[in-house]
Each structure stands twice: as C-alpha cells, then as structure tokens.
C-alpha cells in the first residue's frame, strides 16, 4: 500500500524566512503534486513533477523530485503572510488508475 | 485546464436521510475522482468514475453507502446515503487534464446532525 507522509505537520515561521516542507512515499511513482489549500477553500494546483531531478519554481516557491530517494520537497524563500495555508502534497499511482494518494498536509503560519 | 463547479456548495442534513452531490466539468474527460476530507484531515480518495463503467471503490468505501453516477464525460453525482454524524466532511470531485494536473472543484460541505 502506498503511503505518503509530509513532514512537519505544523509550521510556524515568521515572515522573510526560508523553510523546507518533505512529502515522502513508499513505492514508485511517476508523478508527484503539490497543492495549496486555504481555509474552507478548495485545492489549487502548484506543481506536477514529472520525473527525476525535476525542479519547477513559482514565485517563492519551488519544488523538487527524487525518485531514486522516493522523495519531494517544498522550499519556501523569504515567507509572506500571503503564503499561509495549508500544502498537500500527491503521489500518483501507476498503471491506468490514475489516482492520488494525498500526503498528511502541512499547515503553513507565517507570522508577520 | 477545467473549470470545475459542484452543487450544493454546503448542506445540513439529518441523520438516516441521503444527500445527492452533482459534479459538472467545463469539458469532456474520462475519468472523475470523488474525494473525502473529514475536518482537519488529508483527503481520501472515495470511488474512480469512469463514463460507461461501474464506479471502482476503494477500500472502506461501498456502493450501497455512496452510490456514483457518470451519465456523460462532462457530469458526475456521488451520493452520501443512510447519513450519519461521521459523513461530516467535505466532498470534492476533482478531474485529471492529461499532461496537465489533477483539478479540483469547489466541495460540498455536509454537516449530518
């Protein structure tokens, strides 16, 4: 059974910060997402990693793979209250099923 | 990429009765996800729903408690039936975009009293 689990769960981090969220999973993946939800909202696409050693910024955020490590990271450069929310990330099955499976979450505070 | 919109947006329901939750898409697709968030939690995918197939359920999840309709590639329903407190959560449909993302509607936020 494939597990995703992010680390830490919780962060508090004051504004102009930088920080690293983990998202680790269990088995091979091709394709790995990072979503941002803000209170009471919906999901909102960050990032689709496709492969290994890929990188992708936007803004202050910027994401990575490793598929030979089974691992992803989330790297905030210089926080704004902007940023505040909570970040999923999601590893996607292979085969034709083509379903997520979502990490724990990180809720993310900065504080100003 | 889709625009994605779910009805109803919210609902208070109350124990033993069943809630029907629509899941329209902007553009034609072939696979529709329903997923859980209890509060506080990660999501959890429900039931894949594929047009012109019975819906595939994952495990702990059952048709008779959430029956799942895909009349066309652009519309979905998925059903809370016989609800009970534990239903409380937020429901959301979410569509794959080949060589895009995984998009997501808005959610229905069901509370069961």
């Known amino acids: 059974e494939l597990k995703v689990e992010q680390n830490p769960l919780f962060l508090s981090m004051q504004e102009g910060k930088n920080y690293t969220i983990y998202c680790n999973y269990s088995?091979?993946?091709?394709?790995l997402y990072w979503y941002r939800q803000d209170p009471g909202k919906s999901l909102e696409s960050l990032f689709v990693?496709?492969?290994?050693?890929a990188v992708k910024q936007e803004g202050r955020l910027m994401a990575s793979l490793d598929t030979k490590a089974r691992l992803s990271t989330l790297h905030i450069t210089a926080a704004v209250h902007d940023l505040s929310a909570t970040y999923f990330c999601?590893?996607?099955?292979?085969?034709?099923?083509?379903?997520?499976?979502f990490g724990t979450g990180t809720l993310l505070a900065v504080q100003p | 990429s889709a625009v994605i919109s779910q009805k109803p947006s919210r609902d208070i329901c109350q124990r033993g009765t069943s809630l029907t939750i629509q899941c329209q898409v902007d553009?034609?697709?072939?696979?529709m996800f329903w997923y859980r968030q209890q509060p506080g939690q990660s999501l959890t995918l429900i039931a894949t729903?594929?047009?012109?197939?019975?819906?595939?359920?994952e495990s702990g999840f059952v048709i008779d408690k959430f029956p799942i309709s895909r009349p066309n590639l652009t519309f979905s329903t998925l059903t809370v039936s016989n609800m009970s407190p534990e239903d409380s959560s937020i429901y959301l449909c979410?569509?794959?975009?080949?060589?895009?993302?995984?998009?997501f509607g808005p959610g229905t936020r069901l509370l069961v009293l």
């Open positions: 979410s569509v794959e975009v080949v060589r895009e993302t995984q998009y």
């Open positions: 088995t091979t993946s091709d394709r």
């Open positions: 990693l496709l492969s290994n050693g």
């Open positions: 999601a590893v996607k099955l292979g085969g034709a099923t083509n379903k997520l499976i």
């Open positions: 553009s034609q697709v072939t696979m």
């Open positions: 729903a594929n047009q012109g197939s019975e819906a595939t359920y």
